[in-house]
């Protein structure tokens, strides 16, 4: 196991351990957020969608597939494409070291596997902390479902049906 | 076995959702992922594997022989479609009013599970259309001096890897005229070509054919001919109409045993494999500078002299739009294999021709489904994944 994948087990695990407190309290997994890092920033996707995280893989190319689609990997039998989350939002490409992780996500009743720099922990962003006016996004969907805040920390929450989807989704530069 | 009272009326069947069925496919073909990786493991390297090798020549084989087995597990009858099909026909002598014989032969040819199950719509609307429009009325049946009772015969085979299901009535045929005529209307043909009728037939199963305008055997109410043509492709299988005005008209339907396993051989172009299924590959090639032509006239089209003929090249970094056509393209990769398609031969060059083997095929699905011109991924037994190719879309791809 890559260390990379030992922090996230650890991540995960703990995350458990918070999931059964949280449970007690009556929330949901609605709530709960995998965050990760892409260069100095901090995005989030709903735990909901996630299924597994794994170290980087031996990535194998295939044809026909935008250019943040770096190719699929063989995850036990399994065929998933892996997206490059710095290419998709237009962020510049860099070599993936032994931190960088493979966020496998189940989305549409297909799997989708999000390369990021490395995953963070699991938060739980109650609604109420997350800011979710539609200032981003030059018309149509945006693929930022909104902006959690946790304390001094603010994490970008994805909307993950946009992010898979083929629509262009540059994003301002200026944007935090 | 022989202990076994033949007098028992325990059939010895057991009832398995085919669920379970396909996470034990899924099993073991990652259980034969895993043994390779295994065997091929780098830790292995300067050790003395003499009785190491002849163990995993044994594990290979039994390995072999689970995936024959469990792929054998999905096959069932075509007897459970046609049974189905034959209480269908009932139902239309009744809506027809006319008399049908229904005649079944080779019920007990083996196919895919899941391959019978996509089977009864298409099957359901070839029946249909010959209890419709190819089998005549009583009378008509009279006064053309054939049997008050019209046949519709449906038969299964297997021809090698494919099973063969035929719909064949004794109607009426299928009206050349009024068909050709549609056809030139919309351009298929030119207004004096006379196209074979095998040639002719096609045209029915093309999108846009309108098949209300078409009074013959193979016209349709509800689903069209093109919903048939569009399950024949998901089902890699062929189609082919072969008729005779006054006797009858025979649809002949071609379809792989198995969705879940495929005959391959394996390229390799750049970084990335391809697979093709070792039926459409007609030659490979090796072919020197003065047998390729280039054709800058006709959109920098490349060509393959083959004994005499010429072979259209598909590159297929640029059919898959990742490199640049014309002025500064790299040279033909070494190798072409060649493949037969139904619009003619094409040559594919690739860098490598590495082995022939069974692969796992898994369908395209979410992010890879816009993936032009291929069946699937294929997982090799190293683990690593093709894609595997559909040459006729490719070469139809090409064309345009």
Not at chain 1, 146 to 163: A, P
Not at chain 2, 18 to 26: A, P, T, Y
Not at chain 2, 332 to 352: K, M, R
């Amino acid at each position: 196991m890559t260390e990379a994948a030992q922090l996230t087990e650890d991540a995960l695990n703990a995350a458990a351990a918070r999931g059964d407190a949280a449970f007690a309290d009556a929330d949901n997994v609605d709530d709960m957020y995998l965050t990760f890092a892409l260069a100095d920033e901090e995005y989030g996707v709903g735990i909901g969608v996630v299924t597994e995280i794994v170290g980087m893989q031996r990535i194998m190319s295939v044809p026909d597939m935008p250019h943040y689609v770096k190719g699929v990997i063989n995850l036990r039998g399994k065929v998933i494409p892996l997206m490059d989350a710095r290419l998709r939002f237009g962020m510049e490409e860099r070599p993936y070291d032994d931190r960088t992780v493979v966020i496998v996500m189940d989305v549409a009743d297909a799997l989708i596997g999000l390369i990021v720099d490395g995953v963070s922990e699991v938060l739980e962003i109650p609604p109420s902390q997350v800011d979710a006016h539609g200032q981003f996004g030059k018309g149509g969907r945006s693929v930022i479902s909104g902006i959690g805040k946790i304390g001094e920390r603010v994490s970008i929450l994805l909307d993950v049906q946009v992010l898979v989807s083929d629509s262009d989704i540059s994003l301002p530069a200026d944007m935090l | 076995m022989s202990a076994q009272p033949e007098t028992s009326t325990d059939t010895g069947l057991v009832r398995v959702s085919s669920e379970k069925i396909s996470r034990l496919m899924d099993l073991v073909g990652e259980l034969s992922l895993s043994v390779s990786e295994t065997v091929h493991s780098p830790d292995l390297q300067g050790l003395d594997l003499a009785s190491f090798d002849a163990a995993v020549h044994r594990l290979t084989m039994i390995v072999r022989e689970v995936q024959d087995v469990a792929t054998e597990l999905r096959l069932v009858p075509m007897d459970d479609v046609f049974k189905r099909l034959r209480r269908m026909v009932r139902e239309l002598e009744r809506q027809t009013k006319k008399k049908i014989d229904l005649v079944i032969e080779g019920g007990d040819t083996a196919i895919d599970k899941l391959v019978a199950d996509k089977l009864y719509d298409p099957l359901l609307h070839v029946l249909r259309n010959a209890a419709d429009h190819g089998l005549e009325g009583t009378e008509e049946r009279i006064a053309a001096g054939k049997g008050e009772r019209g046949q519709i015969r449906l038969a299964a085979s297997q021809v090698g890897s494919e099973v063969r299901i035929i719909v064949e009535d004794d109607g009426r045929g299928l009206a050349r005229d009024k068909i050709l005529a549609i056809a030139r209307k919309r351009g298929f043909f030119g207004p004096e070509e006379e196209p074979e009728p095998s040639v002719l037939w096609r045209v029915i199963f093309e999108p846009g054919f309108s098949t209300a305008e078409v009074v013959s055997n193979l016209s349709g109410r509800g689903v069209g001919m093109d919903v048939l043509n569009a399950t024949m492709v998901a089902l890699r299988g062929r189609i082919a109409v072969d008729s005779t005005a006054g006797n009858g008209t025979r649809v002949s339907l071609f379809i792989p045993v198995s969705l879940a396993f495929l005959d391959c051989i394996i390229l390799r172009l750049g970084a990335t494999l391809f697979a093709v299924p070792i039926d459409v590959v007609s030659e490979i090639a090796r072919p020197d500078r003065e047998e390729l032509m280039h054709v800058s006239a006709d959109q920098n089209r490349e060509l393959l002299k083959l004994r005499g003929t010429m072979i259209p090249i598909v590159r297929l970094d640029e059919f898959f739009n990742e490199a640049t056509h014309g002025e500064g393209r790299k040279p033909v990769p070494p190798i072409l294999v060649v493949f037969n398609t139904a619009t003619g031969p094409i040559a594919i060059p690739v860098d490598e021709v590495l082995d022939r083997q069974q692969v796992v095929m898994k369908p395209l699905v979410g992010k890879l489904a816009s993936v032009r011109a291929s069946w699937g991924c294929a997982l090799l037994g190293t683990g690593e994944v093709a894609l595997v190719l559909d040459c006729e879309r490719l070469a139809a791809g090409a064309a345009k």
